[in-house]
């Protein structure tokens, strides 16, 4: 039997009196890929930055490939060294893209090889290059971010996670910034990195796009798992009605 890529078990994160995240308990296997659904505020964002070591929960064990972390309370994070590396393997792709503004497309995708896994320079142009002209952006490589869109800068955000090669992505929220009409491009990457079996992790308000490309939904709210299942099962027939209600707004609105 194979071992999942991702497991979490028990995890509990508050802030203060607000209790976040209860008792998460996901298995993800190589290659799936997961989209996670929810009211806002349900702890959809919080769980994967408790994934990504951005935030630390008070209790439960996060197994990311090789990689154990076990929280207690009185747990600390690995050194730094240690975090950037388990970070290399486990790309974030936030709601705003986080550009550096001074650097370049190009400069901006070769900037973690280069500083993080120490990549000779000329390794790293020729990564960076395949990368940008994978997200359709190879014309763009001399450009600033203040020059592009908002759907440009996303895919330059993703190309960016890419470049560490990472073996598993996350993707919080990715499309919600942008414009209704910009969308589509950044959701095409990512279909994209799905078809090429990278596991994924997607935070997402797109319905329609959850039901075509994941093979796994989770709902989440108040800081549980209503329901998992597979994606279209889900979606079409959910069986709590908690997530009957929450896709109730979507349904309506196509």
């Known amino acids: 039997m194979t071992t999942s890529k991702i497991e979490i078990s028990g995890l509990r994160k ?51 490939g090789d990689d154990v972390f076990a929280f207690d309370g009185s747990a600390k994070l690995p050194g730094v060294r240690e ?13 705003h893209f986080n550009l550096f503004p001074h650097m370049t497309v190009l400069q901006n995708v070769m900037e973690g090889p280069l500083s993080v896994k120490n990549m000779p320079k000329a390794e790293a142009d020729a990564l960076a290059r395949r990368l940008l002209d994978k997200v359709g952006l190879s014309d763009k490589v001399d450009v600033f971010p203040n020059k592009l869109s908002g759907g440009q800068k996303q895919r330059v955000a993703i190309a960016r996670a890419l470049a560490m090669e990472p073996s598993v992505m996350l993707f919080d929220e990715a499309t919600s910034a942008l414009d209704p009409e910009l969308v589509g491009e950044v959701l095409n990457v990512m279909r994209a990195l799905a078809a090429e079996g990278m596991t994924m992790i997607i935070v997402t308000h797109e319905i329609g796009f959850a039901r075509e490309v994941a093979d796994r939904l989770v709902f989440m709210r108040d800081g549980v798992i209503v329901e998992e299942g597979p994606a279209r099962e889900v979606i079409d027939n959910p069986k709590e009605e908690a997530t009957r209600a929450f896709l109730s707004h979507f349904h309506n609105r196509g």
């Not at 929810?38 to 064990?61: A, D, F, I, Q, Y």
């Not at 975090?83 to 709601?95: E, H, K, L, P």
Request: with cysteine; proline share 3%.
């Open 14 to 64: 508050q802030f203060g009196d607000l209790v976040v995240l209860r008792d998460i308990n996901l298995k993800v296997e190589a290659g799936a890929v997961i989209a996670l659904i929810g009211p806002s505020g349900s702890g959809k964002s919080t769980l994967l930055r408790c994934m990504n070591l951005l935030v630390v929960p008070e209790g439960g064990r996060i197994r990311i």
């Open 83 to 95: 975090q950037a590396r388990f970070r290399s393997n486990t790309g974030m792709v936030f709601q």
